[in-house]
């Protein structure tokens, strides 16, 4: 009998430190959803979609630098997609050879960037994107330096609520932000 209790104690303790530790790995999984920003503009909705991708998506660990991009879908659904980027930006002589983004955001040591029309040329970009080596100089140019679509590709798309960014739905996808809008989010 003396032995049955002690066995009792025993797994009620055991039951209460699996108690314990469920709590704190639960407070632990969801502790980068405080980073998150719930108003703002765009680029709160993109910082908060490179946040939950960082720490949601395993996309996030295949590469070092993602394009980003965003659409305003109407007044109420913006969307924010992530690649992995297999694209160089070259420089011949110093002068671009393509768009070059002027806007980047640098998360767990990764670096996501995108071009905003509303933005003009900002010079830090540039050295950043030379640091994660995305721009490569050249002094001149090969037919094999064109643009690659790597069709096996996947990244994230997102759709938040315009009034509130912690409102979203994301999906896994291998192609960015479609032209019409899909997804039935409900924005309240």
């Known amino acids: 009998m003396f032995k049955k209790l002690i066995i009792q104690n025993i797994n009620m ?72 980027d297999v694209n160089k930006i070259y420089l011949l002589y110093g002068i671009p050879q393509s768009r070059v983004p002027n806007q980047y955001f640098e998360f767990n040591k990764k670096l996501f960037y995108w071009y905003d029309d509303k933005k003009g040329k900002d010079a830090t970009v540039i050295k950043k994107l030379e640091e994660y080596k995305v721009i490569d100089s050249i002094t001149s140019i090969k037919e094999d330096m064109g643009y690659i679509k790597d069709e096996d590709k996947k990244g994230v798309n997102y759709f938040f609520c315009k009034d509130n960014l912690l409102i979203y739905k994301k999906e896994k996808s291998s192609t960015a932000l479609p032209r019409k809008l899909k997804n039935n989010l409900i924005c309240r």
């Open 13 to 84: 303790k055991n039951k209460f430190l699996y108690l314990i530790i469920l709590v704190f790995a639960v407070q632990n999984c969801s502790a980068w959803k405080k980073n998150l920003i719930q108003h703002g503009s765009y680029d709160i909705a993109i910082k908060n979609a490179v946040i939950d991708f960082c720490n949601t998506s395993s996309l996030a660990n295949k590469d070092k630098t993602f394009y980003v991009n965003y659409k305003g879908y109407d007044s109420i659904i913006s969307g924010v997609s992530i690649f992995g």
